[in-house]
């Protein structure tokens, strides 16, 4: 019997890594270093880690830790192709970015974190911008204060301010709406508590427009907090607009200026002379 | 006595009395109590003028007298009794709607007169009230007494304190001055008087009851001879009791505004019934029981006595508290808070100037600091929802008209601007004070202008009032149409025109200072109560 000799596959480099991408895309969250070497078994360990090692390099692979050791994941093929160009240093910052999520980051910390000097962060986050990869986004809190995160994400309410603010400006026409909106549909006597617009009814308390009530509400009710339940209700101002403000008088700029003889007095005053022509 | 209070007191005089007892009243005003020489020297009128003033400041209640220890007597004049001149017709409309046409015009009498016996009183508003009736018939003196009675019931009127009855020996020296006094018990009884007669009517010429006329004018002679029943017992108007039936009124239509009519029903019940028993500047009225109320419920009103119940639980627990809850027995006892009330009633009064002079937004940053009391800038704009330019804006305007003022918390001990809070506040008492004095300012540049436009038109109304009594002379006379007409033409068409325009500028002027005194007397009303709690406060 003639002894066939099977001649020991030397895997392809290329085909290797080929497999372990087509491995990583079979398994979108991430394979480990066992599944690879259980799909591939003529592989040694020597020629798996320069396989992995060229894919990380060139940006087609991510490495991540999980509790079962190291997982390895197809990245993005949208995402690798913008990597292509940028260099380690970047994709350092571009990681600290994305980790960050989207309350974003200021470039402070981001310097913190990277130990990248100064300039060296202003020049990759500018490459960045430009790159269309993340975007700055003005925190509300403080103006002069910019935040990094990734280009796609939606910033953190706590950086925008919520609902109110839009383009970093307050809303103001927005909220006014709301106020109409809210007090009309609270004068139709139906009683509400919503947590989302509590602000929105304190200003119409502010406007005298809208009374408040805690009243003690059943666990479980909806809108109870703690066994309390807030109420409001729409109500009348309780006295008409005063004698004071309907003389011109009352509501006269030059009010402290005038006296009998003098420039302006009220035998001359314009202002009556006008009311009295009603 | 602010300058503005004086001045408004000098105007008010100068226009109700004349030049003489202005300058007088005046000069008391500013200056205090005062000796008779001192009054004479300092205003260089002479002694007699002084005294006819002094004795019409005293009729008219507006001026008082008090012996010294030393043994002379000091004049004084009260600048808030004056100030109440401008309430005259808010009281007589009350008195109409309350008594009707026979309460408005005893209430008139009693203003326009000061002091007045009772006969006097009556045999006065009769005679009126029978000439604005038809021919033929008269009012009876009984209807009017009767009237009287009531209002004196109610302590609408009291007496006048008056000299006590001489019992001293003869020997002691007289006093400079007498001592008024006045019972508390007598101060409403009405004394039984024997008033049988009916009004007369003013006849200018009536020759059919020539001869009869005459006869009964001597008839009268003879009777005035005799010292009427009441001689020496005065009444006077008790403005308190009208100023305690305004603070009603206010909470009352205040309740209606912010609940329904029934609560407002059920709130002016309970200040009725603690009419007589609460003092004037209580802060709370007697606690009423659940039970009296509905027993005294008015007849219209038939609700149960369990949504009697409820709806004192829902005036109790409203955020207003005009209402409290003061213990369970008899069903449940209730006071009015009216101290509270007050409160209330002026700080509404001042968010509405606020929103008037302002604007809606600078008064909800208002009320937003009234209800928080201290309050950075950032938590200004961040509570009341306005972009921080504009917040800050406000809030300048609002600081540099002492609406709102700041507060300086130094964080460190240098008070550096850097490192120290900066809160913003609303005090309530001093607000008020200001706006008050605006008040009175804003009242006396009306009068002025009223004045003035009076002054201007001078000559046109002399003129239509010569025309007038030529046109009713005439007419007594029995003049023909033309001539009428020819008189009445006189006055041109745009004369006539000027006229119009004229009485349409004094009726809105004097309306005008109606409603500036209804913001007056809410805010002097808040500011008197204020006082008086801080006092008794150990």
């Known amino acids: 019997m003639a002894e066939v000799k099977v001649k020991p596959e030397v895997p392809d480099p290329l085909d290797v890594e080929n497999r372990i991408i087509e491995l990583c895309h079979q398994f979108p969250h991430g394979i480990t270093d066992q599944v690879i070497q259980n799909e591939m078994p003529h592989t040694d360990a020597q020629q798996r880690a320069v396989a992995i090692n060229r894919l990380l390099s060139m940006g087609q692979l991510d490495l991540l830790r999980s509790n079962a050791g190291l997982l390895y994941r197809v990245k993005d093929s949208q995402n690798t192709s913008k990597m292509k160009g940028s260099d380690n240093q970047e994709k350092l910052v571009y990681q600290i970015i994305e980790d960050a999520g989207n309350k974003g980051i200021w470039s402070r910390d981001i310097r913190y974190k990277s130990n990248l000097p100064l300039t060296e962060i202003n020049k990759i986050l500018k490459n960045l911008e430009s790159k269309k990869l993340i975007k700055a986004v003005k925190s509300v809190a403080a103006s002069k204060k910019k935040v990094y995160m990734l280009y796609n994400l939606q910033p953190d309410r706590s950086v925008t301010g919520g609902a109110w603010y839009s383009d970093q400006d307050f809303e103001s026409e927005f909220v006014e709406v709301l106020n109409q909106q809210c007090f009309k549909f609270l004068q139709s006597k139906v009683e509400l508590s919503m947590e989302d617009i509590e602000t929105i009814l304190n200003t119409l308390i502010y406007d005298g427009k809208v009374e408040m009530t805690i009243i003690a509400a059943k666990e479980g009710t909806v809108g109870s907090v703690d066994g309390q339940m807030k109420l409001y209700r729409a109500v009348n101002p309780i006295i008409q607009p005063t004698g004071l403000v309907r003389t011109p008088c009352g509501l006269c700029p030059v009010f402290d200026d005038c006296h009998e003889g003098g420039e302006i007095s009220p035998s001359n005053c314009i202002y009556m002379t006008e009311w009295l022509e009603f | ?538």
Request: glycine content about 4%; charged content about 25%.
């Open chain 2, 1 to 538: 006595m602010t300058q503005a209070e004086i001045k408004l007191c000098s105007l008010l005089l100068q226009e109700h009395f004349g030049e003489i007892v202005e300058k007088i009243g005046t000069y008391l005003v500013r200056t205090g109590g005062q000796p008779l020489r001192a009054i004479v020297s300092d205003t260089g009128t002479s002694l007699d003028q002084v005294k006819k003033a002094l004795c019409v400041l005293i009729q008219h209640n507006l001026g008082t007298y008090q012996i010294q220890k030393r043994g002379f007597v000091e004049y004084s004049v009260q600048c808030s009794r004056v100030l109440c001149i401008l309430r005259y017709p808010r009281y007589i409309y009350t008195a109409k709607t309350l008594y009707g046409d026979t309460g408005e015009l005893i209430v008139e009498e009693l203003l326009l007169n000061g002091k007045m016996p009772m006969s006097a009183v009556v045999t006065k508003v009769a005679d009126r009230l029978t000439e604005t009736m038809e021919d033929g018939k008269t009012m009876d003196y009984t209807e009017v007494s009767n009237t009287f009675v009531r209002l004196a019931d109610t302590h609408f009127v009291q007496r006048c304190p008056g000299v006590p009855d001489a019992s001293g020996p003869s020997d002691s020296a007289a006093p400079p001055a007498p001592t008024l006094v006045i019972d508390e018990k007598d101060m409403y009884s009405v004394p039984r008087l024997n008033l049988i007669g009916k009004g007369k009517r003013r006849r200018s010429c009536d020759d059919d009851d020539n001869g009869e006329h005459k006869a009964k004018k001597q008839k009268q002679d003879l009777e005035s001879q005799e010292p009427p029943p009441d001689d020496g017992i005065y009444w006077q108007v008790n403005l308190d009791r009208f100023h305690q039936h305004f603070r009603d009124q206010a909470i009352v239509s205040a309740v209606a505004n912010r609940m329904d009519q029934t609560s407002s029903e059920i709130v002016r019940t309970m200040l009725r019934m603690s009419e007589v028993t609460t003092s004037s500047n209580a802060a709370y009225t007697q606690p009423l029981s659940s039970n009296e109320i509905f027993r005294s419920l008015p007849a219209g009103y038939n609700i149960g006595k369990q949504v009697l119940d409820q709806y004192l639980t829902l005036l109790a627990d409203d955020p207003l508290e005009f209402i409290g809850k003061s213990g369970d027995s008899g069903g449940g006892m209730y006071v009015v808070n009216l101290h509270k009330a007050l409160a209330s009633l002026a700080t509404a009064t001042l968010e509405s100037i606020v929103q008037e002079r302002f604007g809606s937004r600078c008064a909800r940053i208002f009320r937003l600091l009234l209800r928080k009391k201290h309050l950075e800038q950032k938590q200004v704009e961040d509570f009341a929802m306005i972009p921080a330019k504009e917040a800050k804006d406000m809030l300048y305007k609002m600081l540099s008209e002492n609406f709102v003022s700041l507060q300086e918390i130094p964080k460190t001990p240098d008070h550096a601007p850097s490192r120290t809070f900066y809160l913003y506040t609303v005090n309530v008492l001093a607000s008020t004070r200001m706006l008050l004095h605006r008040c009175y300012k804003s009242v006396a540049n009306l009068i002025e202008r009223r004045q003035y436009e009076t002054r201007e038109n001078k000559r046109l109304l002399e003129k239509s009032q010569r025309v007038e009594a030529i046109l009713a002379s005439m007419q007594a006379t029995g003049a023909e149409e033309v001539q009428l007409q020819e008189i009445e033409e006189m006055i041109t068409a745009p004369e006539r025109q000027q006229l119009e325009s004229l009485k349409h500028t004094v009726n809105k002027i004097d309306a005008s200072e109606n409603q500036v005194d209804e913001t007056i007397f809410l805010l002097a009303s808040y500011v008197d109560s204020t006082v008086v709690a801080a006092v008794k406060k150990p």
